[in-house]
């Protein structure tokens, strides 16, 4: 099993900078991939940005050139750092992780605000 901890969701203005986090606990060892999503006021979830267990990352087109995904192994932690965010950019984060099994884990999110 999985826990999944997002935190670093804020208020901030439009062209800003935010860093999200992501820990993981558990059954760590069994992850293949971590994944960011986020969920806008009366919208579907939408996939953010994906790392695998071995590197490789994968970005929304919405979101490509301006949000970075990496991790720390020594921190058992993902990173999602967003700048230059827009009002849309407005959603909850949540962390999500896969297990070598398809199993998936969420987090309970974090509120990210980008005002004009």
């Known amino acids: 099993q999985v826990q999944l901890a997002e935190s670093g969701g804020g208020l901030v203005q439009a062209g800003g900078s935010l860093r999200l986090s992501c820990v993981a606990s558990?059954?760590?060892?069994?992850?293949?991939?971590v994944s960011w999503y986020r969920q806008a006021p009366g919208k579907q979830r939408e996939f953010v940005a994906r790392?695998?267990?071995?590197?490789?990352?994968n970005y929304a087109a919405s979101v490509k050139g301006r949000f970075t995904i990496s991790r720390d192994n020594a921190k058992n932690t993902v990173y999602l750092q967003m700048n230059s965010l827009k009002p849309e950019d407005t959603a909850v984060y949540y962390c999500?992780?896969?297990?070598?099994?398809?199993?998936?884990?969420w987090g309970q999110g974090t509120q990210v605000t980008v005002s004009s």
């Open positions: 999500n992780s896969m297990n070598y099994v398809g199993d998936e884990y």
């Open positions: 790392i695998t267990s071995g590197g490789i990352t």
């Open positions: 558990g059954s760590i060892f069994t992850i293949s991939l």
